[in-house]
C-alpha cells in the first residue's frame, strides 16, 4: 500500500537531548514537508524540501533540523536549542508538480513529550 | 500574508443533517488554492477536497461540497447526511502563487455528530 509512515507514533526525550522523528513515503514523491500542531492550533511549517538534497526553512525552522538523502525519507531532529519542542508532528507529501493544486498528503504523525 | 479563519470553535450536529463550516480567507495572491482536512481523534490528516481560485464550478466529492464565494473569499465545507464516523476536528488551508510551497491553516472547527 502507497502511503506516509511516520515513527514512532509517541516520543518522550528529556530537556536536553536532541531526537530525530522519522517520515518515509513511497508515493514517489518529490515534494515533503513536516508541520508541527499545539493544542488548539492549526499547522505550522517546519521545513520543506522539494528535491532530493534541497530544503527550505519554513515559520518555525529555529531549534529544528532536516536531511533529504533519499526522495522517499526525509527525517526531523529535534535540537536541544528548540525552547518548547512538546507537540505534535505531521510529515506531509505532495507530488511537487508546479501551481496551487499539489495536494499535500500526511502521515499519521508523532506527539513528541519533553520530559 | 496569507490568513484563514474560521470562526466556529465547535459544533454539534444530529446524526443524518446537513452541516456547514464556516472558513474565510485573504490573500493577495489572483491565484490559490483552497483545502479542507479532516483530523480524527488518531490525528491524522486526511484530505478531503480542493478548490481552486478560478474553478468556474463549486468542488464536490461525494458527501463533501465547497461552497466557494470568491467575491466574499469564503471556502465554506458542507457535508450531507452527517454519520458519526464525521465527528473530527476540521482544517481549512490555503496554498498561494507558485514557488510559495506553504500551506496555511485555520485553527480547525470540532464537528461532534450527536446520535
Known amino acids: 500500500d502507497g502511503g506516509i509512515t511516520q515513527s514512532p507514533k509517541y516520543l518522550f526525550r528529556k530537556e536536553g537531548q536532541n531526537v530525530t522523528l522519522s517520515c518515509e513515503q513511497n508515493?514517489?514523491?518529490?515534494?515533503m514537508y513536516w508541520y508541527r500542531q499545539d493544542p488548539g492550533q492549526g499547522l505550522r511549517l517546519i521545513y520543506y524540501?522539494?528535491?532530493?538534497?534541497?530544503?527550505q526553512k519554513g515559520d518555525i525552522a529555529e531549534g529544528y533540523s532536516v536531511s533529504r538523502e533519499k526522495k522517499e525519507s526525509f527525517p526531523l531532529t529535534v535540537t536541544s536549542a528548540q525552547k518548547n519542542p512538546t507537540a505534535f508532528y505531521l510529515c506531509?507529501?505532495?507530488?511537487?508538480?508546479?501551481?496551487?493544486?499539489?495536494?499535500?498528503?500526511f502521515g499519521p504523525g508523532t506527539r513528541l513529550t519533553v520530559l | 500574508a496569507q490568513k484563514i479563519t474560521q470562526t466556529q470553535p465547535g459544533m454539534f450536529v444530529q446524526e443524518k443533517e446537513a452541516v456547514t463550516l464556516d472558513c474565510t480567507y485573504d490573500?493577495?495572491?489572483?491565484?490559490?488554492?483552497l483545502f479542507w482536512y479532516k483530523q480524527p481523534s488518531s490525528g491524522e490528516m486526511i484530505f478531503l477536497i480542493y478548490?481552486?481560485?478560478?474553478?468556474?464550478q463549486n468542488a464536490t466529492e461525494g458527501r463533501y461540497s465547497l461552497n466557494f464565494q470568491k467575491a466574499r473569499k469564503s471556502a465554506n465545507l458542507v457535508i450531507s447526511a452527517s454519520q458519526l464516523g464525521d465527528s473530527a476536528m476540521y482544517f481549512c488551508?490555503?496554498?498561494?502563487?507558485?514557488?510559495?510551497?506553504?500551506?496555511?491553516f485555520g485553527t480547525g472547527t470540532r464537528l461532534t455528530i450527536i446520535p
Open positions: 478548490q481552486g481560485s478560478y474553478d468556474q
Open positions: 488551508a490555503m496554498r498561494g502563487k507558485v514557488g510559495n510551497e506553504k500551506l496555511t
Open positions: 524540501s522539494q528535491i532530493v538534497n534541497d530544503f
Open positions: 508515493l514517489n514523491h518529490d515534494a
Open positions: 490573500t493577495s495572491d489572483p491565484s490559490y488554492g
Open positions: 506531509a507529501s505532495a507530488s511537487g508538480r508546479a501551481g496551487n493544486t499539489d495536494t499535500q498528503y
